[in-house]
C-alpha cells in the first residue's frame, strides 16, 4: 500500500474509498446496502465518527470521514469487521440467486490472505486521502466526485435523486445518514 494512502492524522478528514474484492455488484440488494446505512449511524453515535459526504455505488462506498475522538483508523476498521460479518451472514442465510459465486469470489480472495480465515468482502486497503484543508477545492473537488459519481453511471439524472448518497443532504432534504457538512 502506498504510504500516501495511510491514514497518518487520526483526526484529519479523510476521502475513503471501500471496494469489494473483485469488483463484486454486492450492493444492487437494498438489505446489504441497509447494513452499511445501519453501521455508519452506528459509528456517528457510537464511535464518533463524522460522515461528511457518502454514496453506495454497486460495488464500492465512497466517503469523506472524521474522528472526532481521533480514532479515525480503528473506526473504519471496526466498521469493515462489522459489516463483512453482517453482509456475509445475510447472503449465506437468505435469498441470494448469486450466493454460490459470491462466496467463490469471497473466498478466493480470502486465500489470497494470511490474515483472513474464510471469507473477504472488502478490500484491504481503503486509498485514504487527506483532505488537506490548505488545497483549496479539494474539498469541493472530492464532494462533487462522491455525488455525481451515480450521475456519471447513469443511474439517474440528478446527484440528489440517488437515494444511497449525501447529495440530498447538500441541498436542504432529509438523508438516510446524519452528515457533519464540510
Known amino acids: 500500500m502506498p504510504d500516501s ?3 497518518k492524522d487520526q483526526s484529519g478528514v479523510y ?3 471501500f471496494q469489494v474484492v473483485a469488483w463484486v455488484d454486492v450492493f444492487t440488494r437494498k438489505r ?3 447494513i452499511v446505512i445501519d453501521s455508519l449511524n452506528f459509528c456517528i453515535e457510537q464511535k464518533c465518527l463524522n460522515v461528511h459526504a457518502w454514496c453506495i455505488m454497486s460495488n464500492h462506498v465512497h466517503c469523506i470521514l472524521s474522528s472526532s475522538n481521533n480514532t479515525l483508523s480503528n473506526t473504519i476498521r471496526d466498521f469493515k469487521r462489522h459489516t463483512s460479518k453482517q453482509i456475509l451472514h445475510s ?3 437468505e435469498v441470494e440467486s448469486r450466493r454460490i459465486w459470491m462466496l467463490f469470489q469471497f473466498k478466493h480472495a480470502a486465500q489470497q490472505h494470511v490474515r483472513n480465515t474464510n471469507y473477504q468482502l472488502w478490500t484491504h486497503e481503503n486509498n485514504a486521502i487527506y483532505m488537506d484543508p490548505h488545497i483549496k477545492d479539494m474539498y469541493t473537488t472530492k464532494l462533487s466526485y462522491i455525488h455525481q459519481n451515480p450521475v456519471n453511471a447513469g443511474l439517474v439524472e440528478n446527484a440528489e435523486d440517488y437515494l444511497l448518497s449525501s447529495a440530498r443532504d447538500y441541498i436542504g432534504r432529509q438523508g438516510l445518514i446524519k452528515v457533519n457538512f464540510i
Open 32 to 34: 446489504y446496502c441497509d
Open 15 to 17: 476521502f475513503v474509498t
Open 91 to 93: 447472503i449465506q442465510e
Open 5 to 7: 494512502y495511510v491514514i
